[in-house]
């Protein structure tokens, strides 16, 4: 999995928002082995008057990873005597660390690029994620009792592939907190994260029905308190990130052909709610982005040399302020449908 990582660092007089870039003379991103010993740091010293430090990166996998969720163990590639590289199981984890010690981990979305899976499905809508990464943020605040000693800190990114089973079920639950004395009082920060993954990878005939079902559900919360244990504020984040995958292969009437029909379902789904309880507000945001995709192709020498594919996107927002949808259906190319809906407290639109 190679991961790029990099954003212009904000500084404020309180906060403290940054990203790891890590500068390849090659010009191409950070890239991370298949290998929790391989981790890249940058030394970073954070200012001494920051009360809040947010972490925040963005992943993208390649090469014998690019479809790490449907990657078999290494032992099933061994028993099978298969050539392919693409192992280490279906599990992959980005973590960050501060000086060797682990304080954030993150199971990135599974984004498909437009020449994935199949093709013909994202002409001209493409994956969810393909033309911008999610990003995930990592909290670093709960550490910041040993950051802001006025030392330089490094910074480091790993992937971990740990899970070497074919049925994967995995459950965990974290929390850490630390506390900061700033000029507007002494701050505690716990931080809770539940994580649930559930991988499942079926493949029948010798390889020629492929499925993939994968579900992944991530819910963190954030709490500021006062030097008297009071709640300040309150930000809960759910993630859902189920995927459905399922491949057939077939020998093609040419010589050297074969027809693939494949079709895939996923979804990016989630609600962020905050409370403050100094200014008595709330806020709560929910996401939800899906897509369904069905059709065929006939391959020869790695080109698509005929085919189908349609996609079904469905797109919902919403906030305090009101609902935006948006379902868009391609088919062979060219949009068929699309339509929006724009509904707020004053007035509703659409097209």
């Known amino acids: ?5 990099g954003s212009a660092s904000r500084f404020g007089d309180d906060d403290l928002w940054f990203a790891l870039w890590i500068d390849i003379a090659t010009g191409v991103w950070l890239v991370l082995d298949s290998n929790e010993l391989d981790i890249h740091s940058k030394t970073i010293q954070i200012p001494q008057n920051t009360k809040k430090a947010v972490l925040e990166i963005y992943v993208s996998s390649h090469g014998n990873d690019e479809f790490w969720y449907s990657n078999p163990p290494n032992s099933y590639i061994e028993q099978n005597n298969l050539t392919t590289q693409r192992g280490n199981g279906a599990f992959r984890q980005v973590f960050a660390t501060v000086d060797g010690v682990t304080v954030g981990s993150a199971t990135p979305f599974p984004v498909s690029y437009t020449g994935g899976i199949n093709p013909l499905f994202w002409e001209p809508v493409v994956a969810i994620g393909a033309f911008n990464l999610p990003t995930y943020d990592f909290d670093l605040t709960p550490f910041l009792g040993f950051l802001l000693d006025g030392k330089n800190h490094s910074f480091g990114l790993g992937v971990t592939d740990s899970i070497s ?3 994967i079920k995995g459950k965990r639950e974290i929390e850490y907190s630390g506390w900061v004395n700033s000029s507007a ?3 505690t920060t716990p931080i809770t994260e539940k994580f649930k993954f559930k991988n ?3 493949i029948k005939n010798y390889g020629q029905e492929n499925q993939v079902k994968q579900k992944i559900k991530v819910k963190t919360e954030i709490i500021v ?3 008297i244990g009071q709640e300040i504020s309150k930000l809960s984040i759910s993630r859902k990130y189920p995927l459905k995958i399922k491949i057939s292969t077939l020998p093609g009437a040419d010589k050297d052909t074969f027809l693939s029909i494949t079709n895939v379902s996923h979804s990016l789904e989630e609600t962020y709610t905050s409370r403050s309880l100094s200014s008595n507000e709330g806020v709560e945001i929910s996401v939800e982005n899906s897509q369904d995709s069905g059709g065929w192709m006939l391959v020869k ?3 698509v040399i005929w085919g189908t594919g349609s996609t079904a996107q469905t797109y919902s927002y919403q906030d ?6 948006r379902v868009v259906y391609a088919a062979n190319g060219k949009i068929l449908q699309d ?7 004053s007035s509703s639109f659409s097209a």
Do not use: P, R
């Open 301 to 303: 020498d790695h080109s």
């Open 225 to 227: 308190e006062n030097e």
């Open 339 to 345: 339509n929006s809906t724009l509904t707020s407290a």
């Open 165 to 167: 089973f074919w049925l």
């Open 185 to 187: 009082g002494n701050f």
């Open 1 to 5: 999995m190679s991961g790029a990582v």
């Open 320 to 325: 305090q302020n009101g609902h935006y949808s």
């Open 200 to 202: 499942k990878i079926k």
